[in-house]
Every structure is written in C-alpha cells, then in structure tokens.
C-alpha cells in the first residue's frame, strides 16, 4: 500500500512542481523599471494616431479551445477596425510576462488575458496600468492584483455542478440505495477555474457520499491529490491507469468526474487499457473538443459541458468597445446588448484575493449523445469534411 501511495504523492508534487516552477522569475528588476519608462514614452507617441490596439494573450495551443478563443476573439474585434495583436504562451509563464510587456510597448490600449496561472502577472499588469493599458481577463480570473478592470467567462460552478448532476441522474442515485464508486479527476491547480469546477462537482456529489450511496475506492478526494498539472491528457491517463490497477481490479469502476475533456480523455485511454469489467463507466468533461466529440458519439464518454466560445468573445468585445469609450459598463451592457444568448452580471462570487472582480458570466450547457448533433452539429459549429472528419464550422 505504502509504494502505491509513494506513486500518488509524486504524481501530485510533480503536477505541483510543474505549476510552481514558472513562478520563481517574477521579482522586479530595474530591467522592468527601465521597460516602465519606455512604454510611458510610446504611449506619448502613440496617443494621438486614433488607432486603437488590442493585445490578446492566451495560454496556450496545445489545449483545443485557446486556438479558437483567440480566432473569435481576433474576428470579432477586427470587425469594429481594432488592430490585433493575439499570443500563445506554450503554458510558459515567463512567455506570458513578456508576451504581454511586447503588447505594452507596442503601444496596445486593452489586453484580454487569459492567465496560464493568475497569481502570477501582477507585476507586468502594473505595468501596464502605468501605460494607460486597460485590462479584462477572460475566462481566467487574474488574481492578487487591483489591475484588473473586468472579467468574463461562464459560470464556472454550474460547470462543476452540471457534471455531478450528470453523473448522479445517470446512475439513477436517487432510486436506488445500492453505493456506486466513483473516481474524481481535476483540473490545473493553479487556474482559478478548476478550484470553481471542482467545488460545483464536490457541494453536489457530497450528500451522495454521506448517504453512502456514492463512494472512492482510491479515497482521492483532495482538490490537489485529483489535480491534473497543465490539464494534460498524460498525467491524467497515468493516474487513473494506477488507480485501476490499484484498487478495480475486484471493484467495479461506475464514473469518472472529469473536470474538463483533455482529461477525459486520459480518463477514457486508461479505462480502455486498464479496466478489465465490461460495465459502462460514466465519464464527464467539458469544452466539447473533437476528440471528445467522437468519444461521446462512440459512447466511450457521456457527456461534456459545452461553452459558446463565440458568445464569450462577443461579450469581451461590446465590453472593450464600452470601456474604450470611456464608458462604466455594469448590467445596463448586456441589457442593451441585444445578445441572443444569457449572460449574468456579477459583482460578487469572483474575489480575486484584491477585490471582488465585475463579472459577465455566461451560461454553460450539458452536451450527451442525446443533443449534440442538434447542438454543434445543426448550429455549424461542427462539421464533417470530405472524409468524415470533424472539423470546426465556418
Ligand atoms: C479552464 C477553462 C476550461 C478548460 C480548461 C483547460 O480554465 O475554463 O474551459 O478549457 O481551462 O483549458
């Protein structure tokens, strides 16, 4: 029992020194001084030119949805004539820093920031404060800084809760008093969502445990023993490959909760290769990605959440255009909005360690192979193309 616990707890200081590493570079240095003075001079040349420059800067590639958060974002804005300057940082912290000091130095008047860790860009957006730069962090909260002007993204506790409701309808909990095992997977312990997920998901499933009608074989149960580093598909296939091994080879294995769907699909890999009964397990994800989408029509995963990244951008771009104009947008934006979609103003449930941060939080949506041609195939979010593939709609 000790070496498979040995296993677990590297897993876990791996998934932490992963995301505790980045962090070590971030002290001011009178390098970052002198970057202060020269962004104030461009912003004196820059003034008066009447462009207006938008600085985007997501996480990362490898993870599905930033591509297309960044393509949506970038349309969107240069629809209204806004110049772009749009940056992936490879889940490299010191990436981000400097991808968005670049931003400040050319002279941008907003950046959109989705933070790989959030507790990690105070300094470069105090910077950017001193430049006049407005901020909106999207998705993502940006933590422990004042220079935060705005947040959008979706309610990411319902997210949390509608997989757990998921799970619970699915195996049929409230008609039966028989314990089903569950095991749980959660995100990047660093981005402020998966702590939001994993308390939607946990304030739902515990009745359920207390009444014993849902148990973890593993006792994994600690938002940072089930936390998945960078969200990657590998560390999440390794740990549920041991805890098959370890504790379902005489149990029988009911669901997953799987915080997002790059960890889904670790989950789905290791239950193909690891879990010997032929029952069907309950997997739950989120941000319907293509792989997954097969999964769910192959019946290999139940479900994902799905989020309009397309209705997210359009918020963050009616919120720029009001802020750039010198506006204080609250609840009156999404009024006058004429947005064909729901969106609730917030000003309370994201602290970001500074403040409670005003919020515009959409509303997410639970996809199964019961809706989801209707949902991403009818609407053209996805298509097929000449060989069947799925790829993203126009
Ligand atoms: C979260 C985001 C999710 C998921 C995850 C991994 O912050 O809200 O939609 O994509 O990151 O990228």
Redesign the pocket.
């Known amino acids: 029992m000790k070496n498979i616990n040995f296993i677990f707890l590297s897993l876990m200081w791996f998934t932490l020194l992963i995301t505790g590493c980045g962090k070590a570079s971030t002290n001011e240095t009178s390098a970052d001084k002198e970057a202060v003075s020269a962004v104030s001079s461009s912003l004196v040349n820059r003034a008066d030119d009447g462009r207006i420059i938008v600085g985007i800067s997501m ?1 990362d590639q490898q ?1 599905e ?2 591509n297309r958060d960044g393509a949506f974002l970038k349309s969107e804005f240069e629809k209204y004539g806004y110049e772009v300057i749009l940056s992936f940082a490879d889940n490299l912290i010191d990436k981000q820093i400097s991808e968005l000091r670049n931003m400040i130095d050319e002279g941008v008047d907003l950046v959109v920031v ?1 933070a790989i860790d959030g507790g990690t860009l105070s300094s470069v957006l105090d910077e950017a404060s001193q430049a006049g730069v407005k901020v909106i962090a999207y ?2 909260l940006l933590m422990d800084t004042d220079i935060v002007d705005y947040y959008v ?2 309610d ?1 506790y319902m997210v949390g809760e509608l997989q757990a409701r998921y799970v619970i309808d699915a195996l049929k909990l409230d008609a039966s008093d028989e314990t089903r095992n569950i095991e749980i997977v959660t ?2 312990p660093v ?1 402020n ?2 702590r939001y997920f994993y308390n939607g998901e946990m304030d739902t499933l515990v009745p359920y445990f207390e009444k014993g009608k849902l148990n973890i074989v593993s006792g994994q149960k600690d938002f940072y023993v089930t936390a998945t580093g960078t ?1 990657s598909t590998e560390i999440a296939q390794q740990r549920m490959q041991i805890i098959l091994n370890s504790y379902y080879k005489h149990n029988r294995l009911d669901a997953v909760v799987c915080a ?1 769907d ?1 960890t889904a699909l670790g989950a789905v890999n290791a239950i193909r290769s690891d879990y010997s009964q032929d029952n069907k397990v309950i997997v739950t994800g ?2 319907a990605d293509v792989e997954n989408v097969y999964n769910i029509l192959s019946g290999n995963q139940s479900m994902t959440v799905f ?1 309009a990244l397309k209705n997210e951008a359009i918020v963050t771009v009616d919120l720029t255009r009001a802020v750039l104009e010198g506006d204080s947008p609250d609840e009156k934006l999404i009024e006058e909005s004429g947005w064909d979609f729901e969106c609730r103003y917030d000003t309370t449930s994201y602290n970001n360690g500074r403040k409670n941060v005003k919020s515009y939080l959409l509303i997410p949506k639970v996809l199964d192979s019961s809706n989801i041609q209707k949902e991403l195939f009818d609407t053209g979010y996805y298509t097929y193309d000449s060989d069947g593939n799925i790829i993203l709609g126009e």
């Open positions: 996480p993870l949805r930033w989705s998705d993502r993204s979706f990411n995100g990047d981005d969502n998966a969200w997002n790059s989120q941000d989020k």
